[in-house]
């Protein structure tokens, strides 16, 4: 019997061997940007994978993670889901790009999305010139961990996490010191845009009205366009900020005021960009009177050469008749005579022309 048992387990063992050993599956980290855990307000040392950073983060008190995503897709994401143990409800709204700036309460998570602005470079301004390119930042807060999703090419989040490091005792309070720091980047980075399409404005203000070289009317619908879309990006981005100052959404007291610091600097992003929009309407509506006033002028002129040219052409049709009993037709001097008139007739209309200030 015992020899048997020995026979039977030493099979086992032979088959165990023979079976292939599974190979772990590693997660595809081609979206990752960054990662990093933080204890008390300081980076530790290293770049570790993302499941060890969670599991390293949950061993120290007031640690968490910040991962870094740009533009990932969904096998790229899905891993990352499992592993924070993320709901659906919040993967789905993660995974839809184009979203408006909002903050969501859904569970044990909130969730930020802010629009993110770069100035497009251009040597002159024409009616196909991109001005504003826009992107958007997702953020994912839960209670060790924040991960932000970008995607479009502006809003990079290296500065704001170097930044934000380099602030100890803000980065200290955990997750929601990265919405902060986020909020405070995207509103600089609007105030530094609005700047340079202050610039384009001033000059199509400074040239809508020239006689020569005057900016065309497709150039300032265009710069229009180009304001409107940083404008929706920048205006509804004032209700998440303000909803974020509320004590349900679990923002620390200390960040909270920096966090209405955040909105008063918004709100006057949000002023300048209208007053963009008024001055562009305004500079519109008074090139389309300079135009129409321009069209009157000219058909003013037309008129008056018009009626010059009718006064010639009505002398030469009666003279043209040849009736018999014309006197004019038998006078020695009657060509030139009917030419005087006309010269003198369009020398008097034209000096009455002037004087109304038709010509």
Not at 85 to 105: L, N, Q, S
Not at 186 to 213: I, N, P, S
Not at 301 to 324: C, E, H, P, S, V
Request: include cysteine; charge should be neutral; glycine fraction near 8%.
């Amino acid at each position: 019997m015992r020899v048997m048992k020995v026979g039977t387990l030493f099979k086992r063992f032979v088959a165990r061997l023979q079976e292939p050993v599974p190979v772990p599956v590693r997660a595809d980290t081609g979206a990752v940007t960054d990662c990093a855990v933080y204890v008390s307000g300081a980076r530790q040392p290293g770049r570790p994978d993302y499941a060890d950073a969670l599991s390293r983060a949950r061993k120290r008190r007031g640690g968490f993670v910040w991962l870094g995503l740009f533009d990932p897709t969904e096998a790229q994401l899905a891993p990352v889901v499992d592993v924070f143990g993320i709901p659906d409800a919040v993967t789905e709204r993660v995974g839809t790009a184009g979203r408006r700036p909002t903050v969501e309460r859904i569970g044990d998570f909130t969730l930020l999305t802010v629009r993110t602005v770069r100035y497009h470079e251009h040597d002159e301004l024409t009616e196909t010139s991109e001005v504003v390119d826009t992107g958007e930042v997702t953020l994912i807060l839960g209670r060790q961990f924040v991960i932000s999703v970008r995607r479009g090419g502006p809003g990079a989040l290296a500065e704001v996490r170097a930044g934000l490091e380099r602030r100890p005792s803000v980065l200290g309070h955990g997750p929601w010191s990265v919405a902060y720091a986020v909020c405070e980047r995207m509103v600089q980075l609007y105030h530094d845009v609005a700047a340079r399409v202050e610039e384009d404005v001033e000059r199509v203000e400074q040239t809508a009205f020239l006689r020569q070289g005057a900016s065309d009317m497709q150039q300032m619908y265009q710069l229009k366009r180009e304001i409107l879309e940083f404008k929706r990006a920048v205006a509804p981005m004032r209700d998440p900020v303000r909803s974020m100052v509320e004590p349900q959404f679990g923002a620390p007291a200390e960040l909270r005021q920096y966090l209405r610091d955040v909105d008063a600097r918004l709100h006057q992003a949000v002023e300048r960009i209208s007053g963009f929009n008024e001055l562009l309407d305004s500079i519109l509506q008074a090139r389309l009177a300079q135009v129409g006033i321009d069209q009157n002028n000219d058909m003013r002129k037309i008129a008056a050469w018009a009626a010059i040219a009718a006064l010639q052409t009505a002398i030469a049709g009666i003279y043209g008749m040849n009736f018999d009993n014309m006197p004019e037709l038998h006078w020695r001097y009657g060509y030139w005579g009917v030419i005087a008139l006309m010269v003198l007739g369009a020398v008097g209309l034209h000096r009455l022309f002037r004087r109304s200030g038709w010509l």
